[in-house]
């Protein structure tokens, strides 16, 4: 039996559309926005904006609050404090509210083909790549981490990991 993949993608420095492209390209039915706050400078990824070019693309849309980085873990991965950083990740995930959030990823993901969302580019920088590390090891998915400059496999170089 293979795995179900679970894609990521970053839409920093990028545009709806494209975003949207490659969401299509790869086959995602369910775009999965794990930020904190879904409000953003770049034009069309604001919660409404983001939910309405991914239904006219065909995907379902849904924020997972509970998996974002709270406004100190933004401040820290701005600074590049990555102990910091990813000690902030932990304790968000692992509260009751990201737990149920995790499962509710889990089984939107099961269900179609599923990718988070959130506003950095670089992966290995990025909470959602610990929020699919979590749900790759519980369930079984397989990571791949999708730009519109290409897609990644989910290996990780342990200097970014927590």
């Given at each position: 039996m293979t795995s179900q993949t679970l894609y990521t993608i970053g839409y920093e420095k990028t545009l709806l559309r494209d975003v949207v492209a490659t969401l299509a390209a790869a086959g995602v039915a369910i775009l999965l926005d794990v930020r904190d706050r879904p409000i953003s400078r770049r034009p069309g990824f604001s919660k409404r904006q983001l939910a309405a070019g991914a239904e006219d693309a065909g995907m379902r849309y849904f924020?997972?609050?509970a998996l974002g980085t709270p406004p100190?873990?933004?401040l820290a991965n701005r600074r590049r404090e990555w102990d910091q950083f990813w000690a902030i990740v932990e304790e968000r995930l692992?509260?009751?509210e990201a737990e149920l959030a995790l499962q509710e990823a889990?089984?939107?993901a099961r269900a179609a083909p599923s990718c988070l969302l959130c506003y950095e580019a670089?992966?290995?920088i990025c909470h959602r790549r610990r929020v699919a590390e979590i749900l790759?090891?519980?369930h079984g998915f397989?990571?791949?981490h999708l730009s519109v400059y290409g897609t990644k496999e989910g290996a990780v170089p342990l200097a970014?990991?927590?």
């Open positions: 924020h997972l609050r100190e873990g933004r692992a509260s009751a889990a089984e939107l670089d992966w290995h790759a090891e519980r397989t990571i791949r970014h990991q927590r």
